[in-house]
């Protein structure tokens, strides 16, 4: 099995501290683990062209996929691939995740979701004697993923979109979420550096125990959220009781009992989560796909027996 730690922050900074943290422990929870930490910011990574030559590249059936440019994309997003699981580290500047993390993911979802890559594979099979070749079993296996946002603020309000923007990062190749920790603060509080430290261990221990499980029986036990898929805490008010998630796509109720606000999902609701396989393929739908694979209905029976091994 192979671990692959990311780290987007400084060589020396408080996030790749964090990172090696998490990527210690779980070098204790499972020697046997394969482990590789990448510090990203050695590295070239363009933003996207929106060229589309990914997507020729997967619907002609005869290439694998990859990316016109010439720089370290293709490199890192071939570790990426290869990993069973990741770790990723992404300082907070601005409210938000650094830039170069949402130039990878840009090129690198679109050109790997999950559902899209399912659907053409399947084509890709039927059409072997045509000279069509299969993609590479990488592109769709199973990725566990866990996420560090690392802020140097002391207050929440100014790190908003960390984790819920690192959700992006294996939301198109449908990456099962094990864990993830919001760490800020921890400049001028020993304390709180104390209470994280003990999170980022807690993380890399568990997405090792996590790779023999099936995706049911991961349990969450990272900080809880209001929304039950991702756990991110942003909804999106429309002025009525229903809000959305803006990560997960999902719709929900709001509940109010005093002063306290939930929001209550379905859930069929839950399953319709861009962070879930369901999800994923709806969006083959909405994106008008159906009608170039004749067999869609066959292949998407097929792909939802096999949702909890993906």
Not at 12 to 41: M, N, W, Y
Not at 65 to 77: G, P, T
Not at 272 to 298: A, I, M
Request: hydrophobic share 35%.
């Amino acid at each position: 099995m192979k671990l692959l730690g990311l780290n987007f922050g400084r060589v020396k900074g408080q996030c790749k501290e964090f990172l090696e943290i998490a990527i210690e422990s779980a070098r204790k929870a499972d020697p046997s683990v394969e482990i590789e930490v990448v510090d990203t910011i050695s590295m070239k990574i363009n933003r996207c062209l929106g060229c589309g030559a990914c997507s020729r590249m997967l619907e002609g059936g005869v290439q694998q996929i990859s990316c016109i440019q010439k720089d370290d994309y293709e490199n890192l997003a071939n570790k990426v691939l290869a990993a069973d699981a990741i770790i990723v580290a992404a300082p907070v500047y601005v409210l938000a995740p650094e830039g170069s993390l949402k130039d990878f993911i840009d090129r690198f979802g679109p050109a790997h979701d999950k559902a899209y890559m399912l659907f053409e594979n399947a084509l890709r099979e039927e059409g072997a004697a045509e000279g069509k070749v299969p993609l590479e079993p990488n592109c769709l296996k199973r990725h566990l993923v866990s996420y560090i946002s690392v802020g140097g603020a002391s207050t929440p309000h100014w790190v908003s979109f960390g984790i819920s923007q690192m959700n992006l990062f294996g939301m198109s190749m449908n990456m099962k979420v094990v864990d993830q920790a919001n760490v800020f603060g921890c400049y001028r509080d020993p304390e709180k550096k104390i209470q994280k430290t003990k999170e980022c261990e807690h993380l890399g221990r568990r997405i090792v125990e996590a790779l023999p499980l099936k995706n049911s029986e991961i349990t969450w036990e990272s900080e809880p959220g209001i929304c039950p898929v991702c756990h991110c805490n942003e909804m999106t008010l429309n002025g009525t009781d229903t809000v959305c998630c803006p990560i997960c796509g999902i719709y929900g109720t709001l509940k109010m009992d005093g002063h306290k606000v939930t929001v209550e999902f379905t859930e069929e609701e839950k399953l319709r989560s861009r962070l879930n396989l369901r999800g994923v393929l709806e969006h083959q739908e909405e994106l008008g796909r159906k009608p170039r694979y004749p067999k869609f209905d066959e292949y998407l029976a097929r792909f939802l027996e096999k949702v909890d091994e993906m």
